[in-house]
Nanobody, 119 residues
Framework: QVQLVESGGGLVQAGGSLRLSCAASGRTFASYSANMGWFRQAPGKERELVAGIKWSGGSPYYADSVKNRFTISRDNAKKYVYLQMNSLKPEDTAIYYC??????????WGQGTQVTVSS
């Protein structure tokens, strides 16, 4: 099993910044966490992948809506994944989830952290 715990959400004004953190742990972490990502789900909308990164390296993935504003990064030694969110917009308001899984999929999820951007 892999356990994921998010932190760092909150209320911010439009144009502001937040940094989300995801602490990963678990005995089988290395085998089942090739992919790490941040998803979000706004009320009445489907959950969407915002940014993804591989523990082994390579170019991160970003949804078009967050390119040049959000940055995903990882600390392999500490087993943390971060999402730096800049120039936040009201439409970024959502519950943000950390996720992990083998190559090509996400099967482990955190409990989510609320991000609210006021206009």
């Amino acid at each position: 099993q892999v356990q994921l715990v998010e932190s760092g959400g909150g209320l911010v004004q439009a144009g502001g910044s937040l940094r989300l953190s995801c602490a990963a742990s678990g005995r089988t972490f290395a085998s089942y966490s090739a992919n790490m990502g941040w998803f979000r789900q706004a009320p009445g909308k489907e959950r969407e992948l915002v940014a993804g990164i591989k523990w082994s390296g390579g170019s991160p993935y970003y949804a078009d809506s967050v390119k040049n504003r959000f940055t995903i990064s990882r600390d392999n030694a500490k087993k943390y994944v971060y999402l730096q969110m800049n120039s936040l917009k009201p439409e970024d308001t959502a519950i943000y989830y950390c996720a992990a899984g083998p190559v090509g999929t996400y099967i482990y999820w955190g409990q989510g952290t609320q991000v609210t951007v006021s206009s």
